[in-house]
């Protein structure tokens, strides 16, 4: 139920548990909460990135990718949230460079227009309709990553370079050295929480079109 009211708001979360303990008769261990919504979104992202960016020769057969997509940035945001709740640290401000249109953005635009305005209106068949519209979803995210993309990738190599201590000319080849100073337990977990938060708001930048308001979501308070 926590995990859920990041995208559907119930009653005050802190209310719903006091409600339970007093039904229940069971003392809520908020602990085991903070451990349990950060384990099962660990599992979600990991099947998440694996359908959307390891097994990319299956997506044709995947259908609603727009919706997968956002849905799968909400739960990576409030996976870092979770787990900054978790060990007790604050997340960090974040501040990104800013993209203008690209060159296919008109084009983009038009093809939005035509779901919006001809082709949704139009179906009388529910499916058809979700698919139009998860189809604009899919469309924006790809808007925001030929936006975005290069440039937030040239950010995330100074950031890691930076925390890392070294000159990394290639992305991959610092996202790498990352993993290998995890690996030595040459990261705390401020800086890790700190870059983790860093790249995850750099991909709601780029689907920020797609998630309209979910790109804000995390977890409400449990206290």
Known sequence: MSIRAIIQAWVPFPRMLATYEKLSGIPVNLDRIRFYRVYTLLAMIIGSHRRYFQQTDTLAEQ????????????????????????????LPSVELPEAGASDISPFIESLLA????????????????????????????????????????EDELRDLNEALQASHYELKDARTDLVQHIENDQINDDQMIGILWRRVSRETAIAQGTMGKLSERVFPPLT
């Not at 956002?70 to 979770?82: I, K, Q, S, T």
């Open 63 to 90: 259908g609603r990718l727009g919706n997968g997509l956002m849905f799968m940035m909400v739960h990576r945001r409030a996976y870092v949230d979770g787990l900054a709740d978790a060990l007790g640290i604050t």
């Open 114 to 153: 035509q779901l919006r305005d001809v082709i949704v209106p139009r179906s009388t068949d529910q499916v058809a309709s979700e698919t139009a519209k998860d189809m604009a979803r899919l469309l924006k995210y790809i808007d925001g990553r030929v936006q975005m993309g290069d440039l937030l990738d």
